[in-house]
């Protein structure tokens, strides 16, 4: 009895008897509950692991190639299919009624301060300072798509006008009241990770500062009194964070006109009409999209995402790097020539098992003429659809020949954001998968193509990854 008297009272004194059984004075640690990580709307989980990365077969150009290497990718979430037009018009509309609902702010402040307050609404933002009230697009008011014009009602005159500058009526125009695309422009930042990492441009936590020759590049973009986008490259000293941040503006209406542009002496003057406007092609993959628009979509996609949710920590959508693409498109198949795993192009059935250019001036053996809808063909293992053919897609990765040699084997990554007065070169990023435009040798997983990042193709599309936090 004495002994287990002493054992309690010992046990008490450990514990410094707070109450509620947590030592006083030791290192236990400030624990939060994590929240639980949802599957994001429309994306598979694929799960980290390694693979051979490179090519398991001849060039399709019969050029030198790197050989293969074994690299490690952590696990990420990835569009199931391709972004369609009707995604992409999401994107597209809500750029254009963030647009108008500021030009009625602007024609209503004008005229009549009671409907000017119907378009913003003021949302508190909390900082180290104490809350910041700031005055944001009213989302909940109804935009006068049919407001009439009247002389003699400067409110109704007003609505009408800021409505009619988002259409052209031009006579230069293939279609009345086609949308006008010049206005359909989104702003965003970002950080140049590229300038932060350089070894002059590192932090020096004994002086609480930065090198005093620490220089950045970064981009600036501006509207001009005339409504035109201005752009510039700023090399300036590093002194904060803030000086890393770049801005950009980009149109980000497709460019329809690839249809054209693409072919010599083809008559696609339909698919140009059609191909995003008609609701028939809402369910195919969106073409037209350069590397500087999917980016854009893929910001806008986070913040919207944030915004709506009410989740600012939810981690960023993004194209995918070149090593993250080829790991989902093998589907866990190590040495698989194509998604499907087999080296054949058939099934069994003798079916293609993508869309793609089966044979000299015969696109249509494998049943489509042009883009097929997503998902008509069987996914991979991973459960991800036209990992091969249909439309090739953008990676975030910059095209070097020799970015087996310097990159880790650890989530392997080179990206170099390509600045305004960079020359060509510079530009490039891996294209890969395939078009359905493209002989057999493309859809294979480790042919690696490259296109210039403000070029949209008939051929290239894009599909979205989100890092995965959980364990």
């Known amino acids: 009895m004495k002994k287990q008297l002493f054992f309690a009272i010992t046990m008490a004194v450990l514990l410094g008897a707070t109450g509620c059984g947590t030592p006083r004075g ?37 050029a030198l190639q790197p050989s293969q290497r074994q690299v490690s990718i952590d696990a990420f979430y990835m569009d199931q299919t391709e972004i369609t037009n009707a995604k992409y018009r999401q994107f597209v509309e809500w750029v254009r009624d963030s647009i108008v609902r500021t030009k009625l702010l602007r024609e209503m402040e004008q005229v009549d301060e009671g409907e000017a307050s119907k378009w913003f609404t003021e949302r508190a933002t909390y900082t180290l300072d104490g809350p910041v009230i700031d005055s944001v697009l009213n989302w909940k008011t109804k935009i006068p798509w049919n407001a009439k014009y009247s002389e003699e009602d400067d409110v109704k005159a007003g609505k009408w006008n800021a409505v009619q500058q988002m259409y052209f009526y031009g006579q230069d125009m293939i279609e009345a009241g086609q949308l ?26 004994y002086t609480n500062g930065y090198n005093a020759n620490a220089r950045v590049r970064v981009d600036s973009a501006w509207f001009n009194a005339d409504g035109s ?110 998604p499907w795993g087999g080296p054949y192009i058939r099934d069994a059935k003798g079916c293609f098992m993508a869309n793609f250019k089966p044979m000299r001036g015969n696109y249509t053996e494998d049943g489509y003429l042009y883009p097929a809808r997503v998902a008509k063909y069987a996914p991979n293992d991973f459960g991800l659809y036209d990992m091969a053919g249909n439309v090739a897609e953008w990676t975030v990765t910059t ?37 359905w435009k493209d002989v057999a040798a493309y859809l294979q997983c480790a042919t690696v193509t490259y296109e210039y990042q403000n070029i949209g193709t008939a051929s290239i599309g894009f599909r979205c990854v989100r890092s995965h936090i959980g364990k």
């Open 399 to 435: 095209f070097d020949d020799e970015a087996s040699t310097f990159t880790l084997d650890l989530n392997p990554h080179y990206n170099y954001k390509a600045k305004r007065n960079d020359p060509p070169v510079m530009r490039k990023k891996v294209v890969r998968g395939g078009s």
């Open 26 to 62: 030791h290192l236990v640690g400030v624990y939060r509950k994590a929240p639980v990580e949802v599957y994001p709307y429309g994306m598979l989980l694929i799960p980290r692991g390694s693979f051979n990365m490179g090519a398991n077969d001849q060039s399709a150009v019969w």
């Open 229 to 338: 986008i201005g752009d510039t490259v700023i090399v300036k000293p590093l002194r904060h964070r803030s000086d890393l941040i770049s801005t950009k503006i980009v149109n980000i209406y497709p460019d329809t006109m690839v249809w054209m542009r693409d072919f010599s002496y083809s008559y696609n003057e339909p698919m140009m009409h059609n191909y995003f406007a008609h609701p028939s092609f809402d369910e195919f993959p969106v073409v037209g999209v350069s590397w500087d628009q999917a980016n854009a979509f893929c910001w806008w996609r986070t913040l919207y995402h944030r915004n709506e949710s009410g989740e600012p920590r939810t981690p960023e959508w993004r194209l995918p790097t070149d090593a993250e693409w080829e790991y989902a498109a093998r589907g866990g198949r190590h040495n698989g020539i194509y």
């Open 180 to 205: 006008n695309a010049h206005l359909l422009v989104y702003m965003y930042k970002f950080v140049n990770y590229d300038q932060a990492a350089f070894p002059e441009n590192k932090y020096n936590p």
